[in-house]
């Protein structure tokens, strides 16, 4: 018999129009966390995977503690226990610190593309976690999509022309279960505490997890380029701050299966930012397994009448 975790609150009951704006949200999130992969790709040379991760937190964490007020009218709520604090620290350390440092070490081995396809296997382990400790629906629409989506991703990995090796594919499956985990404590998180600050908070804690390195970022900032330094910026305040506050959002108002499916299409969207980024023209295999992924997501998200 499977435990589920312990909640303090149930789920909001969530509107049609909040559903909409829940759609919005996770796009946003997409293309954003797309766009990750290629900064990732374009500045790895230029830090080590624990720096660059406490650059791109560390500017998050600035952002959000200007926009987090600014936005709101009242103040949000806080953890206001023991265990609510508990479970935004793991969420920020596991996935905002960890998955982050583990992702920047994969695209050490491994292409963007490559490293994009291994981690979003987190998805599929999310939707079966989420049955099994949340005690969500596990509907044949989130299932079948979810296959269809993994289709879409070993199309396109096709073509990724095999480069890496091990350690990379292992830091990349390190990265997934990170991802995973941080998404299911994440979703307990948001039932009592608000999406902005369990953001917020979580990349505060996950700065201060990665401080032991800051005398080498100093250093490696010292000789980064000015464009190694632009994208590192543009880590912290887009994928980062606006891209995790976007999911935050939608998660607090969808099902963490069938908001994880969504993600599915993460690899195709960086096959096209590629394509118009780094002029990496995609072939047959990458729009094909593109057009699978998007598919998948249509599917997942279908709600089942």
């Known amino acids: 018999m499977t435990r589920s975790l312990p909640v303090s609150d149930p789920d909001p009951v969530v509107s049609t129009n909040d559903r909409r704006k829940a759609a919005v949200a996770a796009t ?13 790709r374009g500045i790895g040379h230029a830090f080590s995977p624990a720096p660059l991760a406490l ?20 103040l949000p709520r806080l953890p206001t226990s023991r265990r609510s604090l508990v479970l935004v620290a793991a969420y920020g350390v596991l996935w905002l610190a960890g998955y982050t440092v583990a992702l920047n070490a994969a695209e050490q081995h491994l292409d963007a593309g490559t490293a994009a396809l291994l981690v979003n296997l987190a998805p599929l382990l999310i939707a079966f976690g989420a049955g099994m400790f949340l005690g ?47 998404v299911l404590i994440q979703k307990v998180a948001l039932r009592s505490v608000d999406a902005a600050a369990v953001t917020l908070l979580g990349c505060a804690l996950g700065t201060a997890a990665l401080l032991p390195w800051t005398p080498q970022l100093v250093g490696e900032l010292g000789t980064a380029s000015p464009g190694a330094l632009a994208g590192g910026i ?7 701050a606006i891209g995790f506050s976007t999911w935050a ?56 009448r």
Do not use: K
């Open 136 to 182: 969500e629906s596990r509907p044949r629409t989130l299932i079948v999509g979810s296959f269809v989506a993994l289709a879409g991703i070993a199309v396109i990995s096709m073509d990724s022309g095999g480069g890496g090796d091990w350690l990379g594919v292992g830091l990349c499956l390190l990265a997934a279960l990170l991802y995973a985990a941080g």
């Open 249 to 304: 959002y939608a998660l607090r108002r969808t099902e963490a299966g069938r908001m994880s499916a969504t993600t599915y299409a993460v690899p195709a969207v960086s096959v096209l930012l590629s394509w118009l980024l780094l002029s990496e023209v995609p072939t047959g295999y990458g729009l094909a397994g593109g057009a699978l992924c998007l598919a998948g997501v249509a599917i997942a998200r279908r709600r089942t």
């Open 28 to 40: 946003v999130t997409v293309v954003l966390w797309a766009s990750a992969f290629v900064a990732i």
């Open 55 to 74: 650059l791109r937190l560390a500017v998050a964490t600035a952002a959000l503690a200007v926009l987090v007020p600014l936005s709101y009218r009242r």
């Open 234 to 240: 543009y880590l912290g305040l887009f994928p980062t």
